[in-house]
């Protein structure tokens, strides 16, 4: 118990960096001054074509910016080779003096392993931010390897577990206070067809009991209990400013779930600009806490690297290498511009997580990875960088290619 209670401080030390800024909650939304004009790789294609931007009068404001990285490249997450198409459109729903920019990501998968999917990802901000909705929706044939519980497990000692995947994720949150909302959601996670290559299942492999039998369907339909601080105006490229989201889910029977069970997910990141104007020179922190807190969690339900709700964490490993009762997840990021036009840029970053073992229930193992990367600017208006990084752990490295930031 008490090493549980320290993994939380742990992941909890972001709120502590935000109670020693010195910075204000105005000073997160403020944008930098700076005389040189900012360029992005569309200024770049548009200056090698000859193509004349159309001309948009003073009355008109434009709100709706759009992104689209078609490119085969390694999977950072399976390794071996990938094909995606990820799109980005980022639109003002409101005035954009008081609203936040709202996103729609929409990332069509294959990759040469028999893994394809198509996930579709929205956070949307009403009219003066009175109302956030965020979605998350995705149709996914995801044959991935598993290690077991725990965080000891050796390499090789990996299982193959093939199966069909959809998700529905929604949640309504309205504002209570300035940057400060809370509101009710609806989670459903549906794995079809639970199989695996051999004559070993998932049940023997892991010995745990629940969503593991072969050729099963696992249903998890559940309410969720959502807590919103977010004082970010872009979440596709945060500026200075902090981020808080507490989730607590509720699995029943009577929603048609398999099993009775509950989770919280608890999300914290700061973001801290070190020069008050000038090219971006930010250091940011990311932490989270992922607990199980009845019996009866579906295997493919538990914690597990790389599947919390953005599917961002753990560069440096492959994705779903650690999995238990509980996981903790900490992430800090260093990230600069190059040129002063903001078209290039770099970022360092070091993670670290450990998942609590079977029997003990307690953080034992904890796994470190670092790694560096480049940024492109895409889109100026909107913020969004093509990022391209490098991630490496004791066993593991791999290439990851996205649009937009880590976190």
Not at 67 to 91: C, H, N
């Amino acid at each position: 118990m008490v090493k549980a209670l320290s993994a939380l401080l742990f992941c909890l030390f972001p709120f502590v960096v935000m109670a020693q800024s010195t910075a204000t909650i105005a000073d997160t939304t403020k944008t930098r001054a700076d005389t040189v004009a900012q360029k992005d790789l569309i200024d770049i294609a548009r200056s090698l074509f000859k193509i004349k931007p159309r001309k948009i009068s003073a009355t008109e404001k434009k709100k709706v910016y759009f992104s689209i990285l078609p490119i085969s490249s390694s999977d950072g997450r399976s390794g071996g080779k990938a094909l995606f198409t990820s799109t980005s459109l980022a639109v003002y729903l409101g005035d954009p003096q008081t609203t936040n920019l709202s996103s729609f990501i929409f990332t069509p998968y294959f990759n040469f392993k028999g893994r394809y999917g198509l996930p579709i990802r929205s956070n949307i901000w009403l009219n003066n931010n009175q109302w956030n909705i965020v979605g998350d929706t995705r149709v996914l044939v995801y044959p991935q390897y598993t290690w077991g519980l725990g965080g000891k497990q050796p390499e090789d000692r990996r299982f193959l577990v093939n199966y069909n995947y959809g998700r529905f994720y929604q949640t309504v949150l309205k504002r209570i206070e300035p940057y400060f909302y809370a509101g009710l959601g609806y989670d459903l996670d549906y794995y079809q067809d639970i199989d695996s290559d051999g004559d070993v299942n998932l049940h023997s492999f892991t010995n745990y009991k629940y969503g593991t039998s072969s050729d099963q369907n696992v249903f998890s339909s559940g309410v969720t209990f959502n807590l919103l601080y977010d004082t970010r105006k872009n979440s596709i490229n945060p500026l200075p400013g902090a981020y808080a989201n507490i989730i607590y889910r509720v699995n029943s029977k009577m929603l048609g779930s398999n099993t009775n069970w509950s989770s919280l997910y608890i999300d914290l990141r700061k973001y801290i600009s070190l020069t008050d104007y000038g090219p971006k020179n930010v250091l940011a922190f990311w932490s989270y806490f992922w607990t199980s807190l009845t019996p009866g969690t579906p295997y493919l339900n538990l914690p597990s690297l790389g599947w919390e709700p953005s599917q961002r964490s753990g560069r440096g490993f492959v994705q779903n290498r650690y999995r238990g009762q509980r996981l903790a997840y900490f992430e800090t990021e260093y990230r600069r511009d190059i040129t002063r036009n903001g078209l290039l840029g770099f970022v360092l970053f070091a993670n670290i997580n450990s998942v609590t073992e079977p029997h003990t229930h307690a953080f034992v193992y904890w796994h470190p990875a670092g790694g560096t990367g480049l940024r492109f600017k895409f889109n100026k208006n909107s913020g969004t960088n093509i990022s391209l990084d490098y991630g490496a752990s004791k066993n593991y490295n791999a290439i990851y290619l996205n649009l937009g930031e880590t976190f």
